[in-house]
């Protein structure tokens, strides 16, 4: 399988890898069909997120698009975020193998997971879609 050399890079040396304590948003998801978990933590200030960090058990792609992830919401605001989208970090990546595009999919599950959490705590109606950890075993 061809990695590119940015896949390489975010794999080999992951940006904003671990927790943050008291964190704004977490969000945690996970494939059922390939078990990798991805969890992301969020510091958010007046709706920018001026701190991310997260940790994977997964997969080299998961590892490294959870990382470009963090990379592309860092110091963004929380309506730039929710446009993430997994081409998005795909794109950033300068590509994955068609068989690893499901794990940048989780890297923007992840994101979305937190930024839902974070409105919860707000009190702030989500008017986006999540996937939750829930629904990936009801079948
Ligand atoms: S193989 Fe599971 S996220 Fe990559």
Do not use: W
């Amino acid at each position: 399988m061809q990695y590119s050399e940015k896949v390489m890079d975010h794999f080999m040396n992951p940006r904003n890898v671990g927790e943050i304590e008291n964190a704004d948003g977490v969000g945690t998801v996970g494939n059922a069909k390939c078990g990798d978990i991805m969890k992301i933590y969020l510091k958010i200030d007046n709706d920018v997120i001026t701190d991310c960090k997260f940790k994977t058990f997964g997969c080299g792609a998961a590892i490294a698009t959870s990382s470009m992830a963090t990379e592309l919401i860092k110091g963004r605001t929380v309506e730039e975020a929710l446009s993430l989208t997994n081409s998005a970090v795909v794109e950033a990546l300068e590509g994955l193998p068609a068989v690893k595009v499901h794990c940048s999919v989780l890297a923007e599950e992840a994101v979305k997971s937190a930024l839902a959490d974070y409105y919860t705590k707000i009190g702030r109606p989500i008017d986006f879609e999540v996937e939750s950890d829930e629904h990936e075993d009801d079948h």
